[in-house]
């Protein structure tokens, strides 16, 4: 700098200097470039003594390293080797797991008061699973909405203004069709029917709160599409969602919770289990049904409504 | 008596499952072989039609009138629905995203003209 600044006071500088310097461009820049990258990996990584000093640094570490691996490996091996030497054969009866089904069969209906015994056994005997379940459909639901909702400044920025937006999506609007609003008047109250009738009767048939409430969140896309986000947005919007979801939820960790604490299988809860085969029996297996079925359908057309147009319940 | 009510459902039975076989292996051959999307969409249609309902009208006339054959003829009703509104989607796509749609149009336009001409 100093140098330059003296140049320039002696009126030895050119200030046209560093132009005509750039006008001297080598004859491939990409020959040049390779050089140059040569020469900085030759800088950084062959020097003569980097081998002495990544051995200095790190010798000791990928020691213990290298022997931790192989010790957990053989111990893991080894346990598991052992679980399978004591496993009983194939096809045996073996204490471990056919007491429990011997205990399902025999005590389920009388137990939990369901003729279904899949649903006494997924909603009452191992009830933290089905919530843990809800709550992995929750946290998908949460992450498609953080990957894909549209924030204000996205929609502000003009970028929804663009062909592959807004021109697709009114090529493609199938609301505003005769055919499919026909379809839809006449499919998704039938499919809404139908929903509700599976969901309630989970505890004495084939059925539930995940198929009952797959089959509602089909009706719900299915009205979405004949007519429309406009007219689903004056009902279903964000906050219901949410609210939904959020109320199913903590009514199905309160009630379980109150019930685990009370002693589970039914010891000391006020719960009346009714007569099995009614539609109301089975203790809190209609109630938890109709919870799980809830956050299916509102994960469902959540999913939907992402996927369509970045939002759910208008932008 | 009996056992000859039991042929004659029999018979019905293996007709009507031989003629939906025969649907939906042209539905198939169809779906494959031709070119264009729209005949795709024509055959297809046979075997959702036709087929579904030579195959599930056998299923009923074999179990006889219960609940179950009812719940099945809403089968045959919720198909019926249903399939023409999704090929006529199918084909409305397709009619939007196809810019050369037009040299099928043209080539029939052209084919019924030479008919017309051949006829005067």
Same mark, same amino acid.
């Given at each position: 700098m100093k140098e330059w600044f003296t140049r320039w006071l002696n009126g @030895? &500088?050119? &200030?046209l200097e560093h132009v005509s310097d750039a006008s001297e461009i080598p004859d491939s820049p990409r020959e040049e470039l390779k050089t140059k990258r040569k020469e900085f990996r030759q800088r950084i *990584? %062959? !020097?003569?003594d980097m081998d002495s000093i990544i051995r200095a640094e790190q010798k000791g570490f990928l020691a213990i390293y290298h022997t931790i691996a192989i010790i957990s490996c053989v111990v893991l091996i080894g346990v598991l080797l052992f679980t399978v030497a004591h496993l009983p054969r194939y096809g045996e009866e073996n204490p471990y797991t056919m007491e429990v089904v011997e205990r399902y069969v025999e005590h389920g209906v009388e137990e939990t008061g369901a003729v279904n015994i899949v649903a006494g056994m997924i909603? %009452? *005997? !191992?009830?933290f699973d089905t919530l843990g379940e809800s709550h992995v459909l929750f946290t998908a639901l949460v992450c498609v909405m953080i990957l894909l909702k549209l924030d204000k400044k996205t929609i502000r920025g003009g970028y &929804? @203004? /663009? *062909?592959?937006?807004v021109k697709q999506d009114t090529y493609f %609007?199938? /609301?505003?069709?005769t055919i499919i609003r026909l379809a839809g008047t006449v499919l998704v109250p039938c499919i809404v029917l139908f929903g509700i009738y599976v969901l309630l009767n989970g505890q004495n048939g084939p059925g539930g709160g995940f198929s009952g409430g797959a089959i509602m969140g089909a009706a719900l896309i299915m009205f979405a599409t004949a007519f429309g986000f406009d007219r689903m947005d004056r009902v279903f919007t964000e906050k219901v969602l949410s609210l939904t979801v959020f109320f199913s939820l903590s009514f199905y960790c309160f009630a379980k919770g109150y019930v685990f604490f009370t002693g589970a299988n039914g010891l000391d809860n006020h719960i009346p289990k009714g007569i099995?085969?009614?539609? &109301? /029996?089975g203790g809190l297996i209609l109630p938890l049904d109709i919870a799980v079925g809830m956050v299916v359908a509102c994960t469902m057309y959540g999913f939907y409504s992402l996927f369509k147009r970045g939002s759910i319940g208008g932008a | 008596m009996i056992v000859v009510t039991d042929w004659i459902v029999f018979f019905i039975t293996a007709a009507l499952l031989l003629s939906a076989l025969l649907c939906f292996t042209a539905a198939v051959i169809g779906v494959y072989r031709f070119g264009f999307i729209l005949n795709r969409i024509h055959s297809s249609g046979i075997g959702d039609s036709l087929g579904f309902l030579c195959a599930i009208s056998a299923v009923i006339i074999a179990t006889g009138l219960k609940m179950d054959s009812l719940k099945l003829m809403l089968l045959i009703l919720f198909m019926w629905f249903t399939s023409p509104v999704s090929s006529h989607f199918l084909s409305q796509v397709e009619y939007y995203t196809n810019e050369h749609l037009y040299r099928y149009t043209d080539r029939i336009i052209k084919e019924e003209s030479k008919d017309r001409e051949k006829r005067v």
């Open positions: @030895d &500088l050119e &200030l *990584y %062959d !020097r003569p909603l %009452d *005997y !191992r009830a &929804l @203004d /663009s *062909y592959y937006t %609007d199938v /609301s505003k069709d099995p085969g009614a539609i &109301l /029996s | -």
